[in-house]
């Protein structure tokens, strides 16, 4: 897989380092972006692993592993799967929706943590899905840390009033080759069990 994302970015970086994109063609960030998403159904059974647990359900790359050793783990409700060979990483949190709080202020709280105090944001970009779920979404990108180039997609919602699930991708842009088809596994892979 890995080859073929390889030689689709390399031909996609070509095409448009050959002449200056005109308007209405894809830049070379979000031509790359539309091809890992392409292959992220390029997955052999080999290569995945499935988490089942009692609540939802979930597939994740082989190699990729869930962060066990930190504080705050707990399988059923806040978990981190992190990229292999790399620093970036996923963190879900499956959690009962406050009706004090709705999706605003979750989105308000994570944004605050990361757009500013982790990452150098350079842009921002809101999105409304996240696999299979409707609820509100922001794409940080700039500089993890002040001086590592990466980004961010935070994206919460509150499904019925009953499950909500709140989501960091945390990337690295030296880890977007192996990230970015791994989130989209985890993304439309996850489903919540009635």
């Known amino acids: 897989m890995i080859r073929k994302t390889t030689a689709l970015l390399g031909f996609i970086a070509s095409i448009s380092a050959a002449s200056a ?3 209405g063609l894809l ?3 979000s031509a790359s972006q539309l091809a890992l998403s392409v292959l992220k159904e390029d997955w052999a059974p080999n290569e995945v692993v499935v988490l089942d647990r009692p609540a ?3 597939q994740y790359p082989a190699g990729w592993k869930v962060a066990t050793h930190q504080q705050d783990y707990n399988a059923d409700r806040l978990f981190t799967i992190e990229v292999a060979n790399g620093d970036s ?3 879900i949190k499956v959690f009962v929706p406050d009706p004090n709080a709705d999706a605003d202020d979750l989105m308000f709280s994570i944004q605050t943590t990361l757009d500013g105090p982790m990452i ?3 842009s921002r970009e809101h999105f409304e899905n996240w696999g299979s779920f409707q609820g509100k979404g922001l794409h940080l990108k700039g500089k993890i840390a002040g001086f590592l ?3 961010a997609r935070i994206f919460v919602t509150t499904t019925d009033g009953k499950q909500g699930l709140l989501v960091t991708e945390l990337y ?4 977007l080759e192996e990230a970015m088809p791994g989130f989209d596994l985890v993304r439309n892979s996850f489903k919540f069990k009635q």
């Not at 690295?172 to 880890?175: G, R």
């Open 172 to 175: 690295y842009s030296d880890d």
């Open 21 to 23: 994109a005109p308007a």
């Open 149 to 151: 180039p990466g980004g």
């Open 120 to 122: 150098d944001t350079y």
């Open 27 to 29: 830049s070379v960030e």
């Open 89 to 91: 990483y996923i963190t």
């Open 56 to 58: 939802f359900s979930l």
